[in-house]
């Protein structure tokens, strides 16, 4: 039996790439919320010859996460999760961004747990901007009731951004609030995992040529890149292929820590 690797996002950008790469080896199971996009990806996937197969997934929806995961699980053995679903800061306003990327991952994780066995992976994708928020209003005492009361999680981690005007800064503070959990939330799952013999990365990405990279772009990424060391956008194949040798065996040994590939944005910064 042909074991399966579960994609988020996987309809598009990041989360299409990589389906590419991990469908070399396994059955991949696409989860989006998208059902025309869904469709679209898995028929191009098919035409490669890649086992595949889509699945209408809301992440804020335990229920929903649930039966992405069963659906995967009845093909064959999940093998490794990466999470690429999530939002930005031009897409939604701060609720709505953290309860996507926040609660999201919480979902995603829990049943990834629940699955885990020895050389199983779970990838969650954070973001670099999780690197660029101020210490001092990391509301990191509420990432404690993640694992106990969601709702009391997501009301907490929202204070630091009514602090802030809304628009367009309210939201960066809250995608950047909401992908520093992630990072901590990955890490914090470390141990858990380990004892069921599986493994919990996070990646940061940088700014990417994908449909969700361009329209930041309007919100300043480009000149971000411009200070970083290399001076481009990534190439979607690049971050692909990150996250596909962290889900894969070869990486055997990388779990509890987050991997930052941003083309050197956040070394540009130091001092």
């Not at 790469?21 to 919320?33: M, P, R, S």
């Not at 973001?127 to 209003?137: L, R, W």
């Amino acid at each position: 039996m042909k074991t399966t690797s579960i994609i988020t996002g996987g309809a598009g950008g990041m989360g299409l790439a990589v389906a590419t790469l991990l469908g070399k080896e396994h059955h991949v199971v696409l989860g989006d919320i998208d059902p025309h996009k869904l469709n679209t990806a898995c028929n191009g996937l098919l035409e490669q010859g890649i086992q595949c197969d889509g699945h209408v997934c809301n992440i804020t929806q335990k229920e929903s996460v649930d039966s992405l995961f069963k659906a995967a699980s009845d093909i064959g053995p999940i093998q490794s999760v990466v999470h690429c679903a999530g939002i930005s800061p031009q897409m939604s306003e701060p609720a709505r961004i953290m309860r996507i990327n926040a609660l999201g991952t919480i979902n995603i994780t829990e049943a990834a747990l629940a699955h885990a066995h020895q050389s199983f992976a779970l990838i969650n994708v954070a973001s670099m901007a999780a690197y660029m928020i101020p210490p001092v209003i990391v509301p990191r005492r509420s990432y404690r009731y993640a694992f106990s009361d969601t709702e009391r999680f997501l009301k907490q981690a929202m204070l630091p951004c009514k602090f802030i005007p809304k628009g367009l800064y309210r939201n960066g503070l809250a995608y950047s609030i909401s992908k520093h959990f992630v990072i901590w939330y990955s890490k914090k799952n470390a141990a858990l995992f380990g004892q069921r013999g599986g493994r919990i990365v996070s990646v940061s990405p940088g700014s990417f040529d994908t449909e969700m990279g361009r329209i930041e772009e309007r919100s300043g990424s480009a000149e971000m890149v411009k200070r970083g060391a290399l001076k481009r956008l990534g190439r979607v194949e690049e971050i692909a292929e990150l996250l596909a040798f962290c889900a894969g065996s070869n990486a055997g040994y990388l779990t509890g820590t987050d991997i930052l590939c941003d083309g050197g944005v956040i070394a540009s910064k130091v001092k």
